[in-house]
């Protein structure tokens, strides 16, 4: 079934230059980084740490390339060491980000797992966001359809959803609107730009480079 109705990105809001692409684009779909006391580069996922900003575009490619090509010094104007896993650790901590924001908007009330659940909200149109996991059976995850004019979420692992649900694993879950919502999808779309996502042929879904486990 599709997965259309993405919410539209926000056009308000500050933006910033990102050092890798030039482009100018809103803050909340960069990265942006500081350098640490020991001259070291260091990602601020959420954007409060003190020091002057650096900004990369919220995409694998270009944090791949700021970091070959040594972007990070001009953008600091000054030398800096960078990890040689900087990207990794940036989709780490953009995965845990995610997985925290929705485990607030479970605690609140506004976030739901399991298929009968997931199910009953779409059905009653309480559901804003339809989270699957991306190691979840393809053909598990097709009975169940975005909301009309709502966003699909298919890029956490089922061992993700299950830490943001208090259990072992989720392979469905969903947000309904208002209170986090909002922000778990702008989190969840700079993670997905950042993890490495093939969209399988055979389904039109999206997985990620370690998913076919087949669970449902």
């Known amino acids: 079934m599709g997965r259309g109705g993405a919410s539209k990105e926000r056009s308000d809001g500050p933006e910033r230059k990102c050092i890798a692409t030039g482009e100018v684009q809103p803050k ?13 580069i260091v990602p601020d996922i959420a954007g409060k740490l003190p020091g002057r900003g650096i900004y990369v575009a919220a995409d694998r490619t ?74 979840g059976s393809g053909r598990g995850k097709t009975k169940l359809s975005t909301p009309h004019f709502g966003t699909y979420i298919g890029w956490l692992t089922s061992d993700e959803l299950g830490l943001a649900f208090g259990r072992q694993t989720v392979i469905h879950g969903a947000l309904a609107s208002g209170g986090l919502t909002q922000r778990v999808v702008e989190e969840a ?28």
Do not use: C, H
């Open 189 to 216: 779309n700079r993670l997905r730009g950042v993890r490495e996502i093939v969209v399988s042929q055979a389904t039109g879904r999206e997985n990620t480079e370690a998913s076919a486990s087949g669970k449902d």
């Open 28 to 40: 909340f779909g960069l990265i942006r980084f500081v350098v640490g006391p020991d001259a070291q």
């Open 62 to 135: 270009a944090l791949d390339k700021a970091v070959a090509k040594k972007l990070f010094a001009r953008g600091a104007k000054q030398p800096v060491q960078v990890p040689d896993d900087l990207t990794n650790e940036v989709e780490r901590q953009l995965a845990r980000r995610v997985v925290d924001l929705i485990a607030l908007s479970r605690k609140s009330g506004r976030a739901v797992a399991g298929y009968e659940k997931v199910k009953s909200w779409l059905q009653m149109e309480e559901a804003q966001v339809l989270i699957q996991a991306v190691d």
